[in-house]
């Protein structure tokens, strides 16, 4: 079994034991979502809206609000979480391994994300946490600016 389908596995377990303490049913529509983001969507920022609209054309009897109401579980179980990238709209993405850390690079522009990781970024932050004798758990780190392609277009 490849670490995706492990990891995926191990998602799936986390939520099917969360909505069972919340005593909440497993349903046919929660799994559908669950398949879609988690197979569809890794390395990816979707709003509600657009993990909706895919769900819908292959599955029309899912709802707006069973899609919202799901991905607010996932994130009450530690399996995805909500980003804001300062355009007045939420995404989510799958939650990673603290192995598989990544930061962001938002355009300015045109809005496009970029995913990166940086193993002398981590270092840094470690480096100012201890310096200033912080116990660090936990960051995000997001860089604006232009991407290469409206950097060019402005240039042009």
Do not use: W
């Not at 069972?20 to 879609?36: M, V």
């Not at 599955?59 to 804001?84: D, Q, W």
């Not at 981590?122 to 290469?148: D, M, P, R, V």
């Amino acid at each position: 079994m490849t670490p995706v389908a492990i990891r995926k596995m191990e998602r799936r377990k986390t939520f099917n034991e969360y909505i069972a303490k919340k005593r909440l049913k497993s349903t046919k529509q929660r799994d559908i979502i669950f398949d879609e983001f988690f197979s569809n969507y890794m390395g990816k920022h979707v709003t509600v809206e657009e993990l909706y609209e895919d769900i819908k054309k292959r599955h029309p009897f899912i709802g707006f609000a069973t899609v919202y109401r799901t991905l607010k579980l996932f994130m009450e179980c530690g399996i995805a979480s909500e980003r804001n990238f300062g355009d007045g709209k939420a995404r989510y993405e799958p939650v990673r391994s603290e192995r598989e850390h990544h930061h962001h690079m938002i355009c300015n522009q045109c809005g496009k994300i970029y995913e990166f990781a940086n193993n002398q970024v981590e270092s840094c932050l470690n480096q100012i946490a201890k310096l200033n004798e912080f116990q660090l758990t936990t960051h995000k780190l997001e860089i604006y600016g232009l991407c290469s392609d409206c950097k060019a277009a402005k240039t042009a």
